[in-house]
């Protein structure tokens, strides 16, 4: 998978700078740096806009005295407003060089740009309501707002609003994205996130999850050496057709549904084999060929779903468990190296203890079970037992239909037959199922989704 963006924890950014200073880096350089990266985004983005700064006690505001600096010297009417005194030695030599006036945030009158450089990494708690409340209205009367490094009353760590946050139209993330860019309901405060490189070295494990490069076969390819995908059917049909087209159109070489409902087809590329006993479920397993089992979607939850699950589980095949299979499973019979893909009522049932954010809980349950976890939602979150994780951000809401996880995957499981990468394959498939979303517009069911996927694909090779 290739690395994108790194993601930070609040500390782990600390540790970050506290290594930059400690190899000679001068830390009022580092905001000085910072602070310009910013300005240079809001003057390409607003231009000579009226805008109004606000800056807080910390080196967030530090930042926002240099943005002002800078813009004012391109001719852009700044104010300045302030919560507090200037309490870092950087932020006291940023408010320094600000020789404009300096107004207080609770009468400073709005402008048509705002800019909320008031509380970063350092916040602690939710702002006090009254000056929550105000930060909401100025940003209401501005046309135009950027948040310097993160929205002041979101939880750096975690995406948590701690107080009410307005909407921006601009986020600017210094050096690293952190996990509440990309995790909601922070995520969600935030119209386009950019991330401005200020020389952070990228150490994390922690990564967003970037395009991926796919291959197209070779000349000595063949449908096995593609990957065979099997699908094992279920009391619903339908689930387990939509996932075997989804890994038919993933660049796997050939696709079988292992049925339980005789034998209604859904492409006719797709090999539907009867296997409505255990034992004629254990015949069809019964091929060292098999790149990729996936075992759930409408599977069922009665006494036989778990009969065929046990009968996947006895075969070792390399495995993707989705849905029911996540139901029907405890943590101790997940095979090493599997790829689950649990919403968060899935999720919840299977791993109900772990604490810490969506990213902590992923890279827990990952560690814990031994498997690839990919934990959907609108922030899908996919982690490793190693502690790789990358989080996808920018999905489809409509992507909120019925058949899309099954899809997705199908999807998985073809990516894994591609690959033998369970990491790997999972990023690729969350990618392409995102892309597909995107291409299959507003309103779509998941059927569309399949039509888009060739597209999605082309679009990485
Ligand atoms: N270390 C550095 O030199 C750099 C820091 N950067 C900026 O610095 C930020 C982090 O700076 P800080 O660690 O100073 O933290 P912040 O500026 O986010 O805020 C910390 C201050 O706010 C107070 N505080 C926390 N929650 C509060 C609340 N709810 N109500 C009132 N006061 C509250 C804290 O006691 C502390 O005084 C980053 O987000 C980034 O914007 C960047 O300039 C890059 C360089
Ligand atoms: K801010």
Redesign the pocket.
Known sequence: MNAGTPILTAAQ??SA?QALFDAGVD??G??E???AAAAAIIWRAGGLRDTLVLC????????GFVIARLLRTRGVAVRVAV??ES??S??RRARAGWDGPVEQLATAAPATQLVD?L??????????PA?AARLCDLSASASHSYA???PSGVD?DSGAL??AVPHFSICIA??ALKPAHLLYPAAGHVRRLICAD?GIPASDLAHQLMPPRLAAPGPDDHKYRRGLVAVVGGTMAGAGILAAQAAARSGAGMVRRLAADGLRHGADAIVTQDAQTVDALHDSLDDARLAAVLVGPGLGRDATARARLEAVLRHGHPLVLDADALTLIDVEQIPDGAILTPHEGEFTRLFSDLPGSKIDRARSAAERSGAIVIYKGADSVIAAPDGRVAVASGSSHWLSTAGTGDVLAGLVAGRLAVTRDAFRAAGEAVWLHGDAARRAGAAFIADDLLAALPAAIAARL
Do not use: C, H, K, W
């Not at 807080?56 to 930042?63: E, K």
């Not at 509380?119 to 006090?128: E, K, M, P, V, Y």
């Open positions: 950014m600390r700078e830390d009022y580092l905001m740096q910072a602070g807080g006690p910390g080196n967030n505001g530090g930042d919560l507090g309490g870092t950087s932020s450089a509380f970063g990494t350092g916040l602690s708690r939710g702002l006090d000056v310097i490094d993160l750096s701690l107080s210094l050096g200020i």
